[in-house]
């Protein structure tokens, strides 16, 4: 069951980062940057949080690295990144967090361990972090349409039915 649990995780992983550099593909770098109201974030800062989330929980939480994250800058910043460093920060901290994931036991994986103001074992840490993976990317993927008005076609040539 370990086994089938990481190969799932990582299979989460690079499903939603294609996705996410799929989108990155049809914007411009002001529309990675753009906001659609005061009180949504732009694309930039949804993958600047899920890089600092993948970090926090995966890497430190998991791995015991330092926890380094600062969030409310991930949502407070404007640019100061291209598409390109972005999609290299969050490939990087996917692929730091799938290497984590690979070191742990069941026993590890069964441990509870604090992170953020919770307290969760690892089972819960790596759905937390898949599923909120997963929720952002679909924000990410509405907003590219948004700004585009474009079907991103994922599942062209696929007969899901």
Known sequence: MLKELKSSAHYFFDWNLERIERCLEELSEEQVWSRPNANSNSIGNQILHLSGNIRQWIISGLGAAADVRTRDEEFAAA???????????????????KDTLEKQSVEDLLRERPVQAYVHDGVFIIMHVTEHLSYHTGQIIFWTKALRDLDLDFYGGVDLG
């Open 79 to 97: 640019g100061g990144m291209n598409k390109q460093q972005l999609l290299a920060r969050l490939s990087d901290t996917i692929r730091e967090a």
